[in-house]
């Protein structure tokens, strides 16, 4: 068996210091680079590779005792099946449009009253400065097109069987590796910048090696050794 972190992954020390967030790729030391950590209203650990996601998440285990690393393509799916049976969504809601329980940007986003905020300047592309939340936030309706980044855990519709965020937000990397040559390493289920039937939470992404970007994070999985 396995387990999933409820959260997407986020920088240590993010919580509290809005300073942490990436504005760029740099590259992962362990040790040195801040560690990844699993915890609600973290800023999501972007502008990262794939195999950085996966260094980063085989840290993230506090003890010998469990191993932790990246998500297998099989997890992923098994996630979303385990969904889709237990936690109240349809095969539609996770195979063909995602925005009633992610967040896109054709998402509504309702009455969050604590958190933060970063919303993508889609002239420029590029990610404004996160805002903490000091009263309550609300995107007006669907109608939006607002692309806004959460931090983990914050958006409660989101929350499905205890995991937040699995839909939307940032893509996650997995250990998959696609068929194509030139972008053979997979990420699942889009962003907030992606609207949620183009991206739902069972698609794959190909990119490559060297990808990474403001709107690509990871999220662990851990097992006992």
């Not at 972190?5 to 760029?24: F, M, N």
């Not at 997890?75 to 385990?82: G, I, M, N, S, T």
């Not at 400065?129 to 669907?142: A, C, L």
Request: proline share 2%.
């Amino acid at each position: 068996g396995f387990l999933i972190g409820r959260y997407e992954a986020g920088i240590e020390g993010s919580i509290t210091d809005l300073t942490k967030a990436r504005t760029e790729h740099t590259d992962i030391i362990i040790g040195t680079s801040p560690k990844a950590i699993c915890q609600k209203d973290a800023i999501p650990y972007n502008w990262i590779t794939c195999s950085e996601a996966q260094v980063l998440s085989k840290d993230m285990t506090s003890n010998s005792n469990y191993a932790s690393s990246l998500m297998f393509g099989i997890q992923w799916d098994l996630v979303c099946k385990f969904l889709e049976i237990k936690g109240g969504l349809t095969e539609a809601d996770i195979k063909s449009n995602s925005t009633s329980w992610g967040n896109y940007r054709d998402a509504k986003i309702e009455n969050i009253e604590s958190g933060k905020y970063a919303i993508l300047d889609t002239n420029t592309d590029k990610l404004g400065e996160w805002t903490k939340i000091i009263s309550v936030f609300t995107k007006s309706d669907s109608g939006d097109n607002s692309s806004i980044l959460l931090a983990t855990g914050i958006l409660e519709n989101t929350n499905k069987m205890n995991s937040y965020d699995f839909a939307g937000n940032v893509w996650k990397w997995t250990l998959v590796m696609t068929s194509g040559t030139s972008n053979p390493c997979a990420s699942r289920e889009g962003d907030y910048f992606d609207s949620g039937s183009n991206c739902p939470a069972s698609k794959y992404y190909g990119s490559k090696t060297n990808g990474n970007y403001y709107s690509f994070g990871f999220r662990p999985t851990f097992y006992v050794n």
